[in-house]
């Protein structure tokens, strides 16, 4: 156990230097081979933590990096969240359930001084998107005075960032129901005019190509497209059209959040791919800002397959 106590403390300090000075509580705190624990994923929501366990090789110390987790962090409760496909690959079964202590259904945190409620037993992956929280936060000056369309929303973590730097309204698309309901409720919950927002259950590509209506800044940020590296020419497929389409419902001089979590996406591959979209809709776009990871996700230089998260900030009619 003290062999995973000191990985812990290793990596919650880190967290603690760069992210909880942030006015946040709620981070990445073990990001599996980047913290020296392969197959390891944890993340800290307030005062509880969800860990999944990816691998057979990693499963075999569950214990010990459990009771480790409880002696660095003592949290108030551990919540397993392991069930993913990934898992498949080691003749493993995915398994989900309460680990120590007491944890509950939804969980409020605090990102940047803003506030989520989290739903870490049924929500994506372990509740939240927290390799997107310096993306939100990067998103707020260029929210201000605009009328903002959020696609793929989840539980509107953009929306409530748009709102803070003073949209004057915002749509959120998603297919979920329960998402939008959270994401309703954490407009209210930071003090916002709910009247100003729209939650719409939909197939994001299905709204865009019914849409009647433009707007001065759009967001992006799809599931992975390129979940196997034999589908990628599908997946930029998918890249290439949803780009697409935005593009037509954004008003000249407006601004596109474009993200993509495929790992079989390079950077380099994405910008082009943008490119050949902008060309194709006879637009200009430059790009403002990129970003990749996070500081609570960090990578190891020599680990080029942990890179997946790529986040291009583009102005149109540069």
């Known amino acids: ?60 110390w569950k214990n010990d990096i459990i009771d480790a987790l409880e002696r660095t962090m003592g949290p108030r409760g551990i919540y397993e969240r392991s069930d993913i496909p990934v898992r498949h690959f080691d003749a493993l079964q995915p398994v989900s359930g309460l680990l120590r202590g007491q944890v509950p259904d939804i969980i409020e945190i605090k990102e940047n001084g803003l506030k989520f409620l989290v739903d870490v037993k049924e929500g994506q992956k372990t509740g939240f998107f927290l390799d997107q929280r310096d993306k939100r936060f990067a998103f707020m000056k260029y929210a201000r005075e605009k009328h903002v369309l959020n696609c793929f929303s989840y539980t509107g973590g953009f929306s409530v960032y748009a709102m803070a730097g003073g949209a004057k309204r915002v749509i959120s698309v998603d297919s979920s129901n329960r998402a939008l309901d959270l994401a309703r409720e954490n407009i209210v919950l930071n003090g916002f005019d709910a009247s100003l927002c729209e939650f ?48 037509r419902h954004l008003v000249p001089g407006g601004i596109l959040l474009s993200c993509s979590c495929s790992a079989h996406l390079s950077l380099n591959d994405f910008r082009y791919l943008l490119s050949e979209v902008g060309a194709k809709a006879h637009r200009t776009m430059a790009i403002l800002e990129e970003y990749t990871h996070g500081i609570d996700h960090p990578q190891l230089v020599p680990f080029t397959e942990g890179e997946y998260l790529k986040a291009i900030f583009l102005k149109d009619g540069f």
């Open 1 to 60: 156990m003290d062999f995973f106590a000191r990985r812990v403390a290793r990596a919650l300090y880190v967290r603690r230097q760069y992210v909880e000075k942030q006015d946040t509580n709620a981070y990445r705190l073990i990001n599996g081979e980047s913290d020296l624990l392969p197959g390891l994923i944890v993340d800290k929501y307030a005062d509880y933590l969800v860990v999944q366990f990816h691998t057979r090789g990693i499963e075999r």
């Open 200 to 247: 719409i259950c939909e197939d994001v590509k299905k709204y865009l190509k019914g849409a009647g209506e433009l707007f001065e800044a759009i967001i992006l940020d799809p599931p992975a497209f390129i979940k196997d590296r034999r589908k990628k020419y599908e997946g930029l497929a998918g890249y290439k059209s949803i780009n697409g389409m935005a593009l």
